[in-house]
């Protein structure tokens, strides 16, 4: 259905749909993203829906596009991303655990716990687990560890994320950026340089005594 960009006032906007649906779904999970509690949210008429989306699964489908996009899409990136050392590619990935706008945990836990309920939804995750494992994978590779050591090290850094998204741990930034060089370490066998925990510090305005 075609639509004029300038006159969506009366039906909102596809990204206010999805913004919605993405709200509710944090909040109480997949049952709770559905057109008529979207559309009192938005307080909009439940028909203004259809002209951004066929029918709920294709708003659900375009949750699962953009947490694909953003965590595994971003993540990604952050493990091709330049590094001078495994402990600099290392601290790219950190990046992603401590910036919302790189990948989202409290996003990717109701995932996951959509996943719970639908086969369709785990294939989903599973598959992104891949994706993000292979990533961290050819990460470790590129600086130089076989396959196989880059492999157990790769699942050692992504489980450990995991735990902490699966349990919900509540660690304040300052703590955890405390810890990060001791990670660093823990993963590659190697402590990073100061210059390179500087940039890290740096790019999360975090000054270390």
Known sequence: ????????????????????????????????????????????SRTSFYWFFDDREQLLAALISLWRDKNTGNLIKQCDAY????????????????????????????????????PDILAEVNMADQARIG????????????????????????????????????????TRLVRIPEYVEIFTGRAPEQRELDRFFARHGHSPA
Do not use: H
């Open 1 to 44: 259905m075609e639509q004029n960009s300038n006159d969506t006032g009366w039906r909102g906007s596809r990204e206010g749909w999805l913004g919605a649906a993405y709200e509710s779904l944090l909040a109480s999970g997949v049952e709770a993203v559905k057109i008529q509690p979207l559309a009192k949210k938005l307080k909009l």
């Open 83 to 118: 590094a001078e050392s495994i402990a600099e590619a290392n601290l790219n990935v950190f990046d992603c655990w401590l910036d919302t706008e790189l990948f989202d945990s409290q996003f990717e836990f109701a995932i996951r716990s959509w996943a719970i309920q639908s």
């Open 135 to 174: 990533a961290m994978t050819r990460m470790f590779v590129r600086f130089g560890f076989s396959e196989a050591s880059a492999d157990v090290r790769a699942r050692t850094m992504y489980m450990t994320q995991r735990g902490y998204i699966s349990m919900q741990t509540a660690e304040d930034v300052a």
